[in-house]
Each structure stands twice: as structure tokens, then as C-alpha cells.
């Protein structure tokens, strides 16, 4: 396959596994991943040519910087100790160990490989580590390793197995060289990716400084950072790079955020464009994997040697294998770790090292590092034991997350999904931002939502006291705005049987009021009041929407979401058909749908309001949510109705843009109430501000393209 063609499969494939994952939140979207691209290769032949070199550089570079730049500075600083002791000795440990025992059970696989195998399987995937220690409140200090050597102990492996397939790609090993050779290509490349870290960040003071604070520039600059360094450091010194950009990448999170004040922009920018390369570059990884595992199966199948289930089994011990050495260093360590402190979520080490071994989920480093074993050795030779490298691999890493699938719900209270590397960016978990223990367990905090329905509550009160006769269409589409993301929160927030109940409600109050649209509409006609052709086309919209209705009443648990967009394609094909009508210059007829809009939004108000006169109707059983959303939506349908008569679009957004202004410095006033109150912390109360700062922000770059426009 073309290389052209094979990058736009592969972000194809990134994205339709998000989309499913949104459906199927239970499975973990690299398995998703790894399904994709397995049926790529089945169904569509696909195959994808794999050089060593470029892989590493395309793929390690980039997730190491990333990892190193999201280095926790507080509580893991301070177990510097057991974090490398747990990212460089365990690693070591786990391949001379495991590398003994896999050769031990796969007799056929060299040694060499064997170690090679044991050492790309010790990276952890960073994000799977915290998204299962966090919800499980492991001990503190336990919580602070395993999140801390999960985010460098990539580094460590990618080194010992690079050692191993040099040697089984040379066939010469030396303890003298291989050590002196670590302790080389180990310091140079540490001070390497320092020197040139710390180079960038001076370019990129200097350039600050001459004015050059373009901030498209300076993320390309900061993005293109790990490759250049990687690149130096292998080619230039003959260096480990995986050192040098994690090196870098950490000391850019401690040194390179001199502007970030003075250039807010630039953080904000350069943070969501590493989100996405994360996301799709690990992404890829896991379809590459799909996309490979035929091949390696296919070579697993055919060799006499090696039965495919017993290739299973194998796989499953070497998992397990991984698992004790794992359970037994974190068991020791706090027995014997003397710098470790349990804090408030002290339980048993046995119980904690257990979890903390479940926690290991391999990701996108060990797939990246094994998919990148050459195919050939010196001497043209095939690379010994390479397919069912691949294979045992492979299948550790999904026995890995299909185990931390299983066992996270089991441990937990908490019923989130499992989040991985590139998972879900908005959803990783910062552990520079950790919220205390006894923040945590504050139980008089609201949850997110509750306090997003608070602040969006307080903007519609705000709006409405901003609306006159003038601004009443701005207002009302406004308040439907913020009308439609309270019921979607709601909908978050609720159990599904009270959701059931008030859309069941709903669905009778829209039934009363469509039954008044249809009254007034024939007598707008019996009164000669409309024409038939504005009668017919108006009876088609109302017909539609009636049948729409019917449909969401019988199917009433799914509606919800669909009640949000009626309003908005309702309001689409209105519009259509006026421009349809004008266009054809029969400015009678869109005058007389406007007249017909009009009458029918009142009759419905109109209607609602006698049946809630009625003695048979008890009102309090009704959402006043729902019921203010329905008024709202008549209200606007009137505004609207009467705008389009006087066509004044210009207006209509400057108008928009004000209340919104107003509305936004009403949820700003809000935060800092909930925060003053005690219902929110710190913490939370930054993800709403950071909210309301994104929506300013937005609304700032609609008034800079009206202004351009």
C-alpha cells in the first residue's frame, strides 16, 4: 500500500474506534484499535512495510517528550528514590528475570530474544496506571511510584531491549562492552537532550523577546522539538535518544514555560495540538499491531515447532510471569521502603501490590518497540523467533488491558471506563493537579454537572433580566443555548428511570401544545387570514413534526437527545423555506408563513397554559426545567417568526454577542460563589473557569471575523 494511502486508512481507522468506543465504553479503545486493524488486513489485504528506524523515531520520540513534559513536580519529586528504583532496576530486573523464564517455557526462542521480549514488555502505559490507581485509592506513596516509574520506565526498557536485538542481530554480547557501552550512550544521551533542550528554550526566549510570538510558529517549533533531538542524538552521538527526549521533555516542563504568562495563547494551543498527535500517534500504534497480528499468526500457524493454542497459553504465562515479578518488587518495597507513606488509603501490602500489579497495562511503547525488531540479522539471515515475538507480545498487551477491564470494576466503586494512553486527552489525569485526600472525600461537594446546571441557571437568570423588546429574539436564543446543555447534564446527572419520567412528561406537554398549532392553523385558513399554499407548506412543517413526536413517544428512553436538536431542524427548515419562497420573490407568502409561525407558537402557549388551569392536572408532577424549555422554545418562535420579517441578521448576532458577554461573567460569578460556599474545590472550580474561558474565547473570535467580514 502506498504510504499516502496508508496514513489515511490508519487516522480513518483512529477515529471510527473513537466513535465506537463512545458507544462501547466498556471495552478499551486500543482493543478497538488492534479489531480495526486486524479486519484492515483480513478483509482489505492491507499491509503496511515497517522500517526500525523511522518507527522509533515517528512513534518513541514524541510519546517519550510528552511523557517526560507531563512529569509530575511535587509528591512524586520527593520519591525520586523508589520512582527510579521502580522505572530503571525493576526494568532490569523484570528482563533478566523474565528473559530467563520466557526461554525457559519458549526452549526455541534464543535467549538473546527472549530478553529482548522481557524488556519491551516492562514499560507500563502511563495513563492506564494512574486511571486504575486513582480509583482505587491506593496508599499514597504506592500511588505516587507506580504513576511516577510508569511515566520514565520507558526509557529504561527501550534501552535493555535494544541491547538485546543488537545482540542477536550481531551474535556478540560482551558484559565489558555492553556496560561501558550503556554507561556511554546512558550519560551522552542524558546530556545531549539537556544541552539541547535547553538550546531550544533559549531560541525560543530570544525569539519571544524579538517579537517573533507567533504562536502557530512556536508550537510547530516546540512540536518538531523531540524528533530533531532524537535525530541529533542517534546520528550526531551515537547516543540513546529515548534518553535525550525524555531527558528533554522533563526539563522542558520544568524550565520551557518562562512565557507561558505573558502568552497564554501559546499553552492552551501547544497543549491541545500535543493531545492530538498523541491521540492519533498512538492510535496508529494499536492498528498497526491489528494490521500485523495475521502475519504473525499466519508464521505461528504454519510452524510445525509451535502449536497456536499452546502460543496462547504462552502468552498468558509470560503475562503472569510479568505480573509476580511486578506484585513481589512493589510487596518488598513496602515492606522494606522506608521512603514510602501510606497516608489516609493505607491497606494491606499484599492487597496494594496486587492492585498496583494489575495496574500495569502495556501500551503503545511496547508495540512501537517490538513492531520495530528488523526482519533480518547479519548475514541475511532471518530474525530468529521474530514472529512469535510479535505474537507473545501482542497478546500480553491485550491480556494486559482485557485483565485491568475486568478487575477495575471488581476493586472499584468507581464504574469509569479504563483510560489509556491517547484514549481520551480531556479525560487524562494530571497528577500535578491532585486533589487532596481530604478534598476528596469531602462529601458536601456537588459533581461537576450539578455545578455546571448552577452556573448556566444563573446565566439564563442573567439573560432574562438583560431582555427587552428590542433583544428578545437574541434572548431567547440564547437561553435555549444554555436550555439545551442543562437537559443534556441533566440527562448525564439522572438515573434513567427519573430521566424516563420527565421525558414522558414532556412528550404529553408537546402532544398538548402541537394539538393547539393545529387549531390555530385551521383557523387561520377557515378566517382567510393565510393563503392555501401558506396553509399547505405550514401544514406539512407542524404534520412532520407531529409524526416525529409519535415516533419519540414510543420510543421514549432514546428521545432525549433528539429533543435538543428538534428546535434547531425545525428552525433550519423554516428558514430553508422562506428562502425559498423569497427567492421565487413571493414576499406575500413568507409574510403570511411568518403570520402562520406566529399565531401557531401562541395557540400552543396558549394551550399549555389551560391545561394547566385545569382542576384534573396536578402541575407539581411536571419538570419546571421542561416546562420553561417548551414556553421558551414558543417565545423564540415567535421573535424568530417576526426577524425574519424585518431581516436584520447583523443586529440580531451583535445583540447575541452582549448577553452573551453579561452571561458569561454571571457563570464566572457563579463559580466563585459555589467555590466560597464549600460546594466545589479548587480543582473543579479551575475546569469551570477553564470552560468559561473557552467559550469567551470563542465568542472573542466570532466578533474578530464579523469585524474582519
Same mark, same amino acid.
Given at each position: 500500500m502506498h504510504i499516502l494511502e496508508a496514513v489515511i486508512l490508519l487516522i480513518g481507522v483512529v477515529l471510527l474506534s473513537n466513535v465506537l468506543d463512545h458507544f462501547i465504553p466498556s471495552i478499551p479503545v486500543s482493543l478497538i484499535q488492534v479489531f480495526f486493524g486486524l479486519c484492515a488486513a483480513i478483509f482489505m489485504h492491507v499491509s503496511i512495510p515497517l522500517r526500525t528506524d523511522w518507527f522509533m523515531l515517528l512513534f518513541i520520540a514524541p510519546l517519550l517528550f510528552n511523557d517526560g513534559r507531563r512529569f509530575p513536580k511535587r509528591e512524586l519529586w520527593k520519591l525520586r528514590g523508589p520512582i527510579l528504583g521502580n522505572a530503571v532496576v525493576l526494568v532490569f530486573l523484570t528482563t533478566l528475570l523474565g528473559g530467563l523464564l520466557f526461554h525457559a517455557i519458549i526452549p526455541t526462542m534464543p535467549m538473546s530474544v527472549s530478553f529482548a521480549l522481557a524488556a519491551i514488555l516492562s514499560p507500563t502505559d502511563?495513563?492506564?496506571?494512574?486511571?486504575i490507581s486513582k480509583r482505587v485509592s491506593l496508599p499514597e506513596g504506592v500511588l505516587h511510584i507506580v504513576s511516577g516509574e510508569s511515566l520514565i520506565n520507558d526509557a529504561s526498557g527501550l534501552i535493555a531491549f535494544k541491547y538485546a536485538v543488537a545482540a542477536t542481530v550481531t551474535g556478540v554480547f560482551s558484559i565489558q562492552n555492553a556496560t561501558l557501552d550503556f554507561l556511554y550512550i546512558s550519560i551522552i544521551g542524558c546530556i545531549s537532550g539537556a544541552v539541547l533542550i535547553g538550546l531550544v528554550i533559549l531560541l525560543q526566549n530570544w525569539l519571544f523577546r524579538q517579537g517573533i510570538s507567533d504562536v502557530i510558529f512556536n508550537t510547530i517549533l516546540q512540536v518538531l522539538t523531540p524528533f530533531g533531538i532524537y535525530?541529533?542524538?542517534?546520528?550526531g552521538f551515537h547516543a540513546s535518544g529515548v534518553i535525550a527526549v525524555v531527558v528533554a521533555g522533563i526539563l522542558f516542563h520544568f524550565f520551557g514555560g518562562i512565557t507561558d504568562y505573558s502568552q497564554p495563547e501559546l499553552t492552551i494551543v501547544s497543549e491541545k495540538t500535543w493531545d492530538i498527535i498523541i491521540y492519533m500517534l498512538n492510535g496508529m500504534v494499536f492498528v498497526i499491531l491489528g494490521i500485523e497480528l495475521p502475519i504473525a499468526t499466519t508464521e505461528i500457524i504454519q510452524n510445525d515447532n509451535i502449536n497456536t493454542f499452546h502460543a496462547i497459553w504462552i502468552s498468558f504465562v509470560a503475562w503472569l510471569i510479568l505480573l509476580i515479578i511486578r506484585v513481589a518488587w512493589i510487596y518488598l518495597y513496602q515492606v522494606f521502603g522506608t521512603a514510602i507513606t501510606h497516608g489516609k488509603n493505607s491497606m494491606?501490602?499484599?492487597?496494594?501490590?496486587?492492585?498496583?500489579?494489575?495496574?500495569?497495562?502495556?501500551?503503545?511503547?511496547?508495540?512501537?518497540?517490538?513492531?520495530s525488531i528488523p526482519t533480518v540479522i547479519d548475514g541475511g539471515a532471518r530474525f530468529p523467533s521474530r514472529s512469535l515475538a510479535l505474537f507473545v507480545?501482542?497478546?500480553?498487551?491485550?491480556?494486559s488491558l482485557i485483565v485491568?477491564?475486568?478487575?477495575?470494576?471488581?476493586?472499584?466503586?468507581?464504574?469509569?471506563?479504563?483510560?489509556?494512553?491517547g484514549s481520551n486527552s480531556d479525560n487524562s489525569m494530571d497528577d500535578d493537579e491532585e486533589t487532596? &485526600? !481530604?478534598?476528596?472525600?469531602?462529601?458536601?461537594? %456537588?459533581?461537576? /454537572?450539578?455545578?455546571?446546571?448552577?452556573?448556566?441557571?444563573?446565566?439564563?437568570?442573567?439573560?432574562?433580566?438583560?431582555r427587552r423588546p428590542e433583544n428578545q429574539q437574541a434572548a431567547f436564543d440564547l437561553i435555549l443555548d444554555y436550555q439545551?446543555?442543562?437537559?443534556?447534564?441533566?440527562?448525564?446527572?439522572?438515573?434513567?428511570?427519573?430521566?424516563?419520567?420527565?421525558?414522558? &412528561? !414532556?412528550?404529553?406537554?408537546?402532544?398538548?401544545? %402541537?394539538?393547539? /398549532?393545529?387549531?390555530?392553523?385551521?383557523?387561520?385558513r377557515e378566517d382567510n387570514e393565510i393563503s392555501e399554499d401558506a396553509y399547505l407548506i405550514s401544514m406539512d412543517q407542524l404534520q412532520r413534526n407531529d409524526k416525529r413526536l409519535r415516533k419519540s413517544e414510543g420510543n421514549r428512553p432514546k428521545i432525549s437527545f433528539n429533543l435538543n436538536n428538534q428546535h434547531r431542524i425545525r428552525r433550519i427548515r423554516r428558514s430553508l423555506t422562506v428562502w425559498l419562497v423569497n427567492r421565487n420573490s413571493n414576499s406575500e407568502l413568507a409574510s403570511q408563513l411568518s403570520k402562520a409561525h406566529i399565531e401557531q407558537a401562541k395557540a400552543a402557549i396558549k394551550a399549555l397554559s389551560e391545561y394547566f388551569n385545569r382542576d384534573d392536572i396536578e402541575n407539581e408532577r411536571f419538570d419546571s426545567q421542561s416546562v420553561y424549555h417548551l414556553v421558551i422554545h414558543y417565545r423564540n418562535q415567535i421573535e424568530?417568526?417576526?426577524?425574519?420579517?424585518?431581516?436584520?441578521?447583523?443586529?440580531?448576532?451583535?445583540?447575541?454577542?452582549?448577553?452573551r458577554i453579561k452571561a458569561l461573567a454571571s457563570e464566572r460569578e457563579g463559580v466563585q460563589t459555589l467555590l466560597e460556599q464549600g460546594k466545589i474545590d479548587w480543582r473543579m472550580a479551575a475546569r469551570l473557569r477553564q470552560y468559561i474561558n473557552y467559550s469567551e474565547t470563542v465568542l472573542i473570535m466570532d466578533y474578530q471575523d464579523d469585524v474582519g467580514n
Open positions: 502511563p495513563v492506564a496506571v494512574q486511571s535525530m541529533i542524538t542517534e546520528e494491606s501490602p499484599l492487597k496494594a501490590a496486587v492492585i498496583a500489579g494489575l495496574s500495569g497495562v502495556r501500551g503503545a511503547v511496547t508495540m512501537a518497540g517490538v513492531i507480545a501482542a497478546f500480553v498487551i491485550i491480556i485491568a477491564t475486568i478487575t477495575l470494576p471488581l476493586v472499584s466503586k468507581n464504574r469509569s471506563p479504563l483510560i489509556t494512553r487532596s &485526600d !481530604e478534598d476528596s472525600e469531602n462529601s458536601q461537594y %456537588i459533581t461537576e /454537572e450539578q455545578a455546571r446546571i448552577y452556573i448556566m441557571k444563573l446565566a439564563i437568570n442573567s439573560v432574562e433580566e438583560s439545551f446543555l442543562i437537559r443534556r447534564l441533566e440527562i448525564k446527572e439522572n438515573n434513567l428511570r427519573d430521566m424516563n419520567k420527565i421525558i414522558a &412528561d !414532556e412528550m404529553a406537554l408537546r402532544r398538548v401544545a %402541537i394539538n393547539g /398549532e393545529f387549531e390555530a392553523l385551521d383557523k387561520l424568530e417568526a417576526k426577524h425574519r420579517v424585518l431581516n436584520n441578521k447583523e443586529k440580531l448576532q451583535s445583540q447575541v454577542q452582549r448577553l
